[in-house]
C-alpha cells in the first residue's frame, strides 16, 4: 500500500497579484469617498496610516479632498519639505505630525501659529 499525495494546484502569481492589485484599488476609493465625504480627515489618514493609505502618494490624498487640485496641493507642500510624488507609508514622523498641523482646521484648537512654532522648535528639542 502505497500513499500518493496530492496537492492541490495553486492559483498562478499573475492572478494573486491581480486580486491583490484590485483589493488594494477598491479600499483606495472606498477610502478616498470617505475624505471626500468629510466623514474622514486627510491629517487622521496621515497620522493614522492605514493599510490601504501606505502606497498611495501625499498628493493622490490631498486631492481626494473638496475643493484640493494640483496648485492647492502643491502649495501646501511647498511650506514643509515633502515631495507630492512621495508615499504615506514613507513619511517620517516629523512630515507626518507637520503634515497634519497644516491641515487641522482653525477651530480645532491649534493656532497656526502655535503650529509654525512647534515645527521650528522641534528640531532643538530633540537635539537635546
Known amino acids: 500500500m502505497t500513499a500518493t499525495a496530492t496537492m492541490a494546484p495553486a492559483r498562478p ?3 494573486r497579484a491581480l486580486s491583490r492589485a ?3 484599488r477598491l479600499a483606495r476609493a472606498e477610502l478616498k469617498r470617505r475624505v471626500g465625504c468629510g466623514e474622514l480627515s486627510v491629517g487622521d489618514v496621515i497620522l493614522g496610516s492605514p493599510w490601504e493609505a501606505e502606497s498611495m502618494t501625499v498628493a493622490d490624498l490631498l486631492m481626494s479632498q ?3 487640485g494640483i496648485t492647492r496641493c502643491r502649495k501646501l507642500l511647498g511650506q514643509i519639505p515633502v ?3 512621495k508615499t504615506i507609508g514613507s513619511l517620517t514622523d516629523r512630515q507626518r505630525r507637520a503634515l497634519a498641523l497644516l ?3 482653525a ?3 491649534v493656532r497656526r501659529d502655535d ?3 512647534e515645527a521650528r522648535l ?3 528639542a530633540a537635539v537635546v
Open 115 to 117: 503650529a509654525d512654532a
Open 13 to 15: 502569481q499573475h492572478l
Open 122 to 124: 522641534a528640531p532643538a
Open 22 to 24: 484590485n483589493e488594494v
Open 83 to 85: 515631495s507630492e510624488t
Open 107 to 109: 477651530d480645532a484648537g
Open 103 to 105: 491641515l487641522a482646521p
Open 66 to 68: 473638496r475643493r484640493w
